[in-house]
């Protein structure tokens, strides 16, 4: 059976055949989910274990454009519940996907999406066991809208927060920064860009299990996604209530990415990642914390980037090439010029 | 007994004020008594008072400002036999105090002399010395100065103790055998022997030096010897920002030319740097590519010892690293200034406040920078505001100062830098806590900026809610206006003005970025006339930093494309057009200061980057040439288009004559506009503020367009952000009133 339309209609949202047909060919028939109901039901050895607590979370990804270089919004999608459930200690385990889908999306791009959500899934080690699809008319959404939940299990013992960052510990990122953001920026814009910027767009559920192995101390992790490094550090900073210090030269940035926000007149610290995250470590723990991420692609590019202190408590600061410190607030809205 | 109770009101606390009345007294036999209280110092006599009032006013101590005179009849009980300094009254007296002063005549002679204090770096007296810079809590006296750790000899303490002595009550007295310490030190070793002949010598020899002064540590170099001024620019990584530079009264004339103003305003006890017009004899790279130079008078004894025995002119630069404030303690500066510095002239006395040399301009009269000398000093307000509640205003982010009024008066703090410094934002909270205790201010209301992202903003806000105070934000070239409005004491119900607003940027109440701006309105309110032609900022701020974005956008609105792409051959302009098209980071801004810019780099002045705030304005202002009016800028609904402008280039005028027409051009049509608000009976006054108002040519020319009206402008305050805060707490104190 094949799908005669190339494009979303309304009847495909009507509830009838043309539902049922997008549905199990473009969908159900790449997932796999388990049973065909509109649940999942699920057992979970993981679950029994004294101690062990379920991780839950959910988020919706919407992103102009919906393909680009190095991703789609399907991979986001997965890749972003992967990462919120992994960096609280999570080991991911099942996700959920709904669409929201504007009259006229080619099936061909659904199609693509769906490709892009079932291979991350796979190599995440995640199964995506339920969804849903809603078709809105034109205008009503932009192309399509994903919402994943997920659903995972922390180990008995783990404790993972913000608030348990001490003066003294290291800060640690698993690669260059601001790849997603300049690289959405530039295809969003249009921009006559001759860079082969990509998005830095993957799941880091292996990385954390590797990072948490082998600094079993490790105090907080959080996914750099909108606001980039600068907003993750500054939730640490206030929830810990502890300072937090970051070298400008220890900074792992592309020459490319430095080269377009010089341009563009952005700040690479809030540029939004898809596949970074900082992770906060005891000293004793911070070269085996740097030696499991530098064990694995996405976290090749790891580095010290700066620690937490027990000065200028909830603050930021930035240690400048030059010597001097520079505050890194947390991003307020749009930035709206203020050299007067 | 009758006789009679004087009040006098001013800057008459720790400045000899006391022992002046109590010489004058006692030279006409009154009988009587004097003493500090809250509210500044009370004087009771009995006798024949003659001219002795007169004589408080006019005969004052040097560091004295009286406002007020009150004389009242009264019964008086209990006086003394003769005329006695009597103990402080009441709560809140003595809290005052004065600006840090320089080195007064009679210590210079002292110094220079043969006496104990002879060649002695620290001396000083009441009218003269630290203050300010060495206060560390209240009320001023030595124990809460960075005086404490030096016990008086019996020498000193005698004349500490004495009325008749100029050094009665001077807290930071000191002498060789008391007093602070000074030493050379290179290489984190002490140099022995005569630590000012040494360092001298070194200087001679083309060293850079690094010298504590009184707020914060100085990088001194011989300033005619080109290699080394090129040389500390290197190490500073700071290409073309004009060095101040300290220069004895007698060595002034061969570098600059000196008016009589000019000479005032060095000799002024604050010693400001100040603004001359070079004369060409030192190297170009002391200020590359502006036609001034700062200068000032050696202002404490450290300064006049080394100055004698150096025997030149000295590059005296702040010692900081770059975009940092200035470094204040012994070991801050061997940990920063080492890279900088060959060697360290230093002292034992701490610096407790952290003050840059105030920068002040004659001609017009500005200042440009508001910090030593003239801080913690109380500026009047204006009729209306009498009653005014307290109000603290923080004011905006790259100049930051913070205003507090109270009392009719106000509190104008110093100029702090940009907030996002971390040492600059420790500055900023520090100062909000000093001034607060200096005035003894209780906040009934906080004033902020409008732009929600200025740090003193949001300073601003969680302040307001800690007191449960109201909270007002200020559109900022209100706020510009309602500080020139204060400072020239234009009365609350003064009726309205027409403010010309030149200026970098500030935030508009439509979202859009203004600065070039012809506002009506008074301390309450205002709508906005006339406005620069909007264009994109491309970048945000980034398009201050390089001026070919603003000439970019500017040329394509003037149909002139072509030209850009010539002038320009090595910006990325294609991207620069899509982000002004599309949008990305390009908002809409009518700013004065980038239509300098955009001129500036059309002309090839650092057209790629800036590298200092200011530079390209700079450089244009002193490359312009009176040669004529300049082009006629349409105004269509308020907007005034500068395209003309931007034809002359095409037409290929020589640089000078176009960088004129662009301040005769832009004064003409605001002044134009400004007039017709006037001759039709809306404004009573012209108000010319905003930063660009330092461009002393676009001063000039605005004023001269509009002679015959009524013209305020800033004199001592800064018409640029240091003076911001003072308006944001009138408009602020004005409005709640208004409710
Ligand atoms: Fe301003
Ligand atoms: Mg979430
Ligand atoms: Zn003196
Ligand atoms: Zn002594």
Redesign the interface.
Known sequence: MALRDERVTLAHGGGGKAMRDLIEEVFTAVFQPPGMEDQARLTEAALAEPGARLAFTTDSYVVTPIEFPGGDIGKIAVCGTVNDLAVGGARPLWLSAAFIIEEGTEIALLRRIVATMAREAEAAGVRIVTGDTKVVGRGACDGVFVTTAGVGVIPPGREMAAGLVQPGDVAIVNGVLGDHGATI?ATR?????SSDIESDCAALGHLMAGVMAAAPGIRAARDLTRGGLASALNEIAQAAGCGIVIDETALPLRAEVVGLC?????DPLYLANEGRLVTFVPEAEAAAALAAMRARPEGAGACVIGRAVAD?AGQV?MR?A??????V?ML??E?????? | MQGWQIRVRGQVQGVGFRPFVWQLARARGLRGVVLNDAEGVLVRVVGALGDFAEALRDQAPPLARVDAVEVAAVVLDDLPEGFEIVASGGAGAETRVTPDAATCPACLAEIRGEGRRRGYAFSNCTHCGPRFTILQSLPYDRARTTMAPFVMCPACRAEYGDPADRRFHAQPIACPDCGPRLWLEAGGVEVAGDAIAAAAKRLKAGEILAVKGLGGFHLACDAANAGTVDLLRARK?RPAKPFALMAREGDLERIVSVSPGALAALRDPAAPIVLMPSRGVLPETVAPGVAELGVMLPYTPLHHLLLDAFGGVLVMTSGN????PQVIGNDEARD?LSAFADAFLMHDREIARRLDDSVVRVDPPMVLRRARGQVPGTLPLPPGFETAPQVVAYG????AALCLIKNGQALLGHHLGE?????T?EAFQQADADYAGLFDHHPQAVAIDL?????ASRHGAKRAEALGVPMIAVQ?HHAHMAACLGENLWPKDGGKVAAIVL?????GPDGT?WGGELLLGDYTGFERIAWLKPAA????????LEPWRNALVRLDAAGLSDLADRLFPEA?R???R??AM?G??A?L?SSA?RLFDAIAACLGICPMRQSY?GEAAMRLESLASETGPGPDLPVVAGEIDPAPLFQLLAANEPPARIAHALHASLARAFATQAAQLIESGRAQAVVLSG?CFQNAKLATLTRKMLAGQRILTHRSIPA??GGLALGQALVAAAKLEGN
Not at chain 1, 189 to 193: C, I, K, M, V
Not at chain 2, 396 to 399: A, I, P, V, Y
Not at chain 2, 419 to 423: N, P, S, Y
Not at chain 2, 451 to 455: A, E, K, L, N, T
């Open positions: 920026l814009g249009d921009l006559a860009l010089e341009i563009l007149g952005l200028h600061r400048t030059f010597g001097g410190a520079r505050i607030d307020v809205g930035q709206l010029p203020r050299i007067c | 990584r690293l770059s975009g940092a920063k905006g982010q790259m100049k907030l996002d410094e971390a040492l934002w732009h929600p992202d200025f740090r900022h200026d970098g940027l500030g935030l970025v900022l491309i970048g945000g701020d980034r398009a201050q990325p294609d991207l620069a899509q982000m599309k990305i980071n908002p801004s200061g705030e930063g640029n952000d």
